[in-house]
């Protein structure tokens, strides 16, 4: 049965894990989302689910477990905030090359360097332009209330799945701390060993005499096979921009000046269009929920009919760089950002909304 | 309906806890409700603050700079959050330990001296209870029936027991509410 929770999105992101099925967590606690871990604590769901909850040495062990879970076809995921998320890149590359399904999910806080504990999206470049090595792409959704971060974890592992590529839930102090109104869902069932052989034939479940081994790895000393690994690669990351495009339009239909902003930014934002309406200022907001795939076409179709556009990010101007390709610099685009941790104000974002 | 109330004060106040109280008592009612709290390094020791937003309609931002109402709990958290009230909004204060009190002549403000009055009855740990009974006194948010609701659902239930003291330490709480500028 569905139920009504008041809940901190950390917490939601670790019940949502438990309910949909996860096998596995391996993290190391960081500042701001060490709710995760003590709410798998808290729940002990090894002694209900069979999930196996490890509190890691380290983010660089912490994802090398996930690599081995995902190896053998296992629901496995980690979480930790910016510094911890720097040292699992290497392991991130990894599982993009062996074509791996996993979750992460990135707490972000203000940087650079060990930085603060308070909220940012400074890693907006690391997460969706590279981080690690290799011509690799990471699926982004960026969830702005705790309902999406507990909906975007099930999410995360459909996708992780159906593209045996590591997805990353990229959210923020903010709605990593915020309590809202979550409605979690009935506890599904763990996949059997059978149902992951029958329906994960690439997972490494163990040699049957129908086919051969399945070899786990990123490894190929001949190029021609590994430019073979790329091009598999790639296409399907064209599958994924042509399916996987998430967004969220508000007041877009009169509007003569957007926002653009995602996650805690775009609530934020949201009370700037409260203000700024009441001024008798017609903006609207686009929100993209995946921030790769990236929504370039919306922000195409509706910004380069507006007299002006602000991307609005706690940062020093990151999606700024995707906004401006999006809509091929027809239309001024201005940034506006706070960053080591300050949250910018409705106030401060409707001033510089008037100076477009 | 929506209202947006920063509640600031001394780490152990139980500022984080009023707010929470307040947040579940709302999701008792039905309404949308947002809790933020300060998680900074100030919440290890020194000031804490946490805004929380009640209403009928989904709610923007959790991360305000004005306010409908600040429940100001010492000095730092009166010279921080005093000047963002909204015009016409609302000011309660402990006055104990306040050295400069508010000014402004555009909001209205009331004193409820909460802790005098806890440590009077011996009831030093239901303060801030004693506070939110001033906001509730004011503005209805909630009633007593969800406050109830909200109580149980945010007390571990080994404290159940505990609730009619949390209950009548609301009542003190209207009672204790004293004009300072009204308009």
Known sequence: MKELRLMKGNEAIAEAAIRCGCDGYFGYPITPQSEILEHLMKEKPYENTGMVVLQAESEVASINMVYGGASVGKKVMTTSSSPGISLMQEGLSYISGAELPALVVNVVRGGPGLGTIQPSQADYFQTVKGGGHGDYRLITLAPASVQEMYDFVELGFDLAFKYRAPVMILTDGIIGQVMEKVVVDDYKPRWTEEYIAKTYPWAATGKTKLRERNIVTSLYLESARQEQLNKTLQAKYKVVEENEIRYETFQCEDAEYLLVAYGSSARICQKVLQLARAEGIKVGLIRPITLWPYPTKIIHEVGTKMKGILSVEMNAGQMIEDVKLAVECKVPVKHYGRFGGIVPTPSEILDALKTL | ?183
């Open chain 2, 1 to 183: 309906m929506t209202e947006e109330i920063i509640i600031a004060g001394f780490g152990g106040q139980g500022v984080l806890s009023m707010g929470k109280i307040l947040a579940y008592s709302g999701v008792m009612q039905n309404k949308e409700v947002s809790w933020m709290p300060s998680y900074g390094p100030e919440m290890r020791g020194g000031t804490s603050n946490v805004t929380v937003i009640i209403s009928d309609e989904r709610i923007s931002s959790p991360c305000l700079n004005q306010f409908d109402t600040a429940i100001i709990l010492n000095q730092q958290s009166m010279d921080k959050f005093e000047k963002s009230v909204k015009p016409g909004g609302l000011l309660i204060y402990d006055p104990n330990g306040i050295t400069s009190h508010p000014t402004r002549k555009d909001i209205n403000i009331y004193q409820v001296a909460g802790t005098d009055k806890a440590s009077e009855i011996g009831i030093s740990k239901l303060f801030n209870m004693i506070m939110l009974g001033g906001l509730l006194k004011l503005k209805p948010l909630v009633t007593e029936e969800f406050l109830k609701k909200g109580l149980e659902k945010s007390l571990p239930t080994r404290h159940h027991g505990l609730i009619p003291e949390n209950i009548k330490a609301v009542e003190i709480g209207k009672q204790l509410l004293n004009p300072y500028h009204v308009l």
